[in-house]
């Protein structure tokens, strides 16, 4: 019984010191540079998870300008 | 003419007179005691240009006529040398705002004041290729390489001065010059991508100019001019929201292919065989029919041309990058990503990440690779190893991926090691 008692404490001595962890990873970016990365990420982030995966697949996807995404591969498209 | 006292007078709420707004939308009350927004003709106003030390910038709505332009050029010329233009994003210095002033009245003069709102905006929508390119090495992997770009590449004035802009740069560039010839005009936005709807005679369309700047600066048939907006979202595919809006816009009429070339023709851009004028068909042509069974060749004479033919477009980097995929698919080259890296890099000596190449690797037959490293500023095109590439150039600091030189020295590497053990 006192082992389960010391055992729960352990755990949420841990739990504690996971939650703090994730409250300083969430905290405000300070310097300018990170604020600019997120105004980026803000131009061109999308919240749907799988969509994420498929464009890091592609490294090269800016959908900014459409790169990696439309491609012209016939010719009549051309003239 | 309004004098400074009078105007202060009228607007007593200004403590320091810091900003000056010109267009329609209003000031918010938190801003009311250093901004003052001026609806009437600039001219008006020029004792306060002349008077007000402290006024540190001009905010200008994108929306302008051609008149109240003119003002706005006169009113700034009599304002202290380091004042800044804002388009409510981004600033530029006086000096850049004049360039841009000057390339947008060139623009407008070309514009014929008899054409329709559509043959204007076909104009406009065309000309935004020679006049800008895309910001390079915007948003890799969600990082951006030049934070003080930001904001800038947004500004009317600035993206035209520097020539690099980004979507909602682009898209203010355009609305600017297109009210300045009286044509109506909305910024269309995703959240992650800026486009227009423009009105016209027959209804609204819609245009992403950025999405076609690669194909307008090489001559090729816009792809996103008059396309309905359920077929701008099929460009999209399942890898972007790009044009995804939560209130599409209604009345939308699309622009089959016959209208845009009716409507090309109509304002001169080609001749009688209505076609666009690119030289990338005869080219990738060309080289179809010289070699026919080697692809390797093929590629190689397509870099030669880029250097030779399209030399002076080699300046715009993002669209060199965009445009040469579609040249590789024209010659049959494989263009999926084992095929076909390409990446911004930037010289060792680059300390502060300001100048960037593009080095384009590409797979050809027998697994053979080419390797170009493309230089904006010299507009040169020039073939590379991996040894030069390890000794002289680096990845944006931002860009947290292993430069793909080092694993294929490696590899390299470890196979002459292993062949080395098996002769022995």
Known sequence: ?79 | MVTYEEFLKENSEIKELKYIKFGKSKVSSYEKSYKVAIEGNPKEYLDIADKATSLQGIDIDVVQTKESMEGIREFVKHCREDVKISNSIGKCNKEEFFLGEEIIESVVKEINPEWTAKQKLAYVHYKMGELVSYLPDYNFNNVVPYPDAIMDSRNIWKGLATKQAVCNGITAIQRNILSRVGVETQDLSSGTHSFMLTRTEDGNVITDATWDLAYTYYGIRPQHFGLSYENFRQKDGNVSRAHKLENPPENVITIEDEELRNIYQSIGSFGPDRKFNSKLPLITGNLNTQYPANLNDRITGLMEAFNTEHKDKLSHLEEFKTILVTALSLIHANIDNEHLFQQCIYSKEDSNFTNPKLITKIIGENQENFMYILDPKSKSLEQTSLEELRDKYNYHKNNTLEPFWNKEIDKETSEISRNDVTKE
């Open chain 1, 1 to 79: 019984m006192n082992i389960k008692k010391y055992y729960d404490e352990v755990i949420n001595l841990l739990k504690r010191m996971f939650i703090k962890k994730d409250i300083k990873l969430l905290e405000e970016p300070k310097d300018t540079e990170n604020k600019a990365v997120n105004f980026s990420a803000k131009e061109n982030s999308v919240s749907d998870f799988e969509l994420q995966l498929k464009r890091s697949a592609n490294p090269n996807i800016c959908d900014g300008n459409g790169f990696g995404i439309v491609k012209i591969t016939k010719l009549e498209d051309i003239y």
